[in-house]
């Protein structure tokens, strides 16, 4: 694959420069962006263009709320002039890039609202292609996605991968040969979504440590009450997975029983109407003599419900890995997921690891498959 760094200033001065961003961020109801790490790292890609002197078009989607890209157009002005006001696609809009200039930068509205992005079209593929003369994917997050400015697009334009994608592929490929002994952390929900991946790691970590609804299922599977605890059903090869010397589970969780009353218990204790909702405060230590034992280490998902304020757990395994890679050079820690980065993100941690990544989905997706369709046709 070719990648961004790899032109020169010749390559891109007074091109225009279709550069594919995942600016996908949560918008809190007072219309601000309510987690900007996304957006922190996307500005190195777009400075790397300015400086080159290219003509920079961004595109991307967003998801919920109004579903426009419009509080990221306010973030982002204030780091990145923005040629003109938010752009949507019309032929209007289109004229506008006539007028962009060198080192010029132009946002255009979600590309959601339009029906050809979901569904991979390649009419509004060679739409897109047609504003620019080179294609840069710079989305890792959502490559995991066969849609029209991911994958068909890449068809019509000279293409290359950004800044930040080349950051992802080369960290996250890190564990596929892991130095040892190699602890995978994986939290969340969807026991079936998530199977091709512990199976694969079984192989190549020293421990899985599974959390939040995940572990709930390895429970039952061991005989334990989960009371009415979230649970995955018909999950196929839960039995290897729970008869696994490999694979480990919290010591001990809180819990919410059936009066409201949140308590700390440890498996075996639990009652027909207690609901799991994170980890204990035990597991913390359990986790803590892991951790100090590895050289890699690799985190996703939060370890209770992250959602309904359950955070403090997770947030205190967050500062041990940021603690265990500032004072242990050997150790390489990776971490993602939405939640996951939501939290370190709240904590000021996020250069405290050797590397945050921006995929939730795409990160779990790249780490099963060692590609994604949105890096498949940039090898093209």
């Known amino acids: 694959m070719k990648y961004l760094s790899d032109l020169a200033s010749d390559d891109l001065k007074g091109k225009y420069v279709l550069l594919r961003l995942d600016l996908n961020v949560p918008i809190l109801e007072d219309g601000s962006v309510g987690d900007t790490y996304r957006l922190e790292k996307v500005i190195e890609t777009i400075d790397f263009l300015r400086e080159k002197e290219a003509r920079t078009i961004i595109i991307s989607h967003i998801e919920g709320g109004e579903k426009t890209l419009l509080p990221v157009w306010h973030y982002l002005n204030g780091f990145i002039p923005l040629e003109f006001s938010l752009t949507y696609f ?25 029906k050809g992005e979901k569904e991979n079209d390649p009419e509004f ?26 994958s068909a697009v890449a068809e019509f334009l ?49 421990y899985i440590f599974l959390a939040g609804a995940l572990a709930n299922n390895v429970y039952k599977e061991r005989g334990f009450e989960i009371g009415t605890s979230l649970i995955s059903d018909n999950v196929e090869g839960i039995k290897e997975i729970a008869n696994s010397s490999k694979v480990l589970v919290p010591v001990d969780v809180t819990v ?31 986790l803590k003599k892991l951790l ?48 996951t980065v939501a939290s370190i993100n709240k904590l000021g941690l996020n250069e405290k690891f050797t590397f945050l990544s921006t995929g939730g989905g795409a990160m779990l997706d790249y780490l099963v498959n060692e590609t994604l369709p949105g890096i498949q046709v940039l090898d093209k």
């Open 256 to 286: 919410k029983g059936a009066d409201g009353e949140i308590s700390f218990k440890k498996m075996g204790e639990l009652l027909p109407d207690d609901y799991i909702m994170d980890a204990g405060p035990e597991t913390l230590g359990q």
């Open 90 to 114: 019309t032929p209007e809009a289109i004229d506008k890039l006539l007028n962009l200039k060198d080192k010029g930068v132009i946002l255009f509205e979600n590309l959601r609202v339009n």
């Open 292 to 339: 100090d034992e590895s050289r890699t280490i690799l985190w996703n998902g939060p370890l209770g419900n992250y959602e309904l304020g359950f955070a403090d757990k997770t947030e205190q395994l967050a500062k041990m890995i940021a603690e265990k890679t500032a004072s242990d050079p050997s150790t390489t820690s990776i971490i993602g997921g939405g939640d």
């Open 125 to 150: 593929a060679k739409k897109l292609g047609a504003m620019a003369e080179i294609y840069v994917n710079d989305a890792f997050a959502v490559s995991h996605r066969k849609h029209a400015s991911v």
């Open 158 to 206: 000279p293409h290359y991968g950004g800044l930040l994608l080349k950051q992802e592929i080369e960290h996250l490929s890190k564990v596929f040969n892991p130095d040892k002994p190699f602890l995978f952390i994986l939290g969340g929900a969807k026991f079936d979504t998530k199977m091709p991946l512990i199976k694969k790691y079984l192989d190549k970590a020293d």
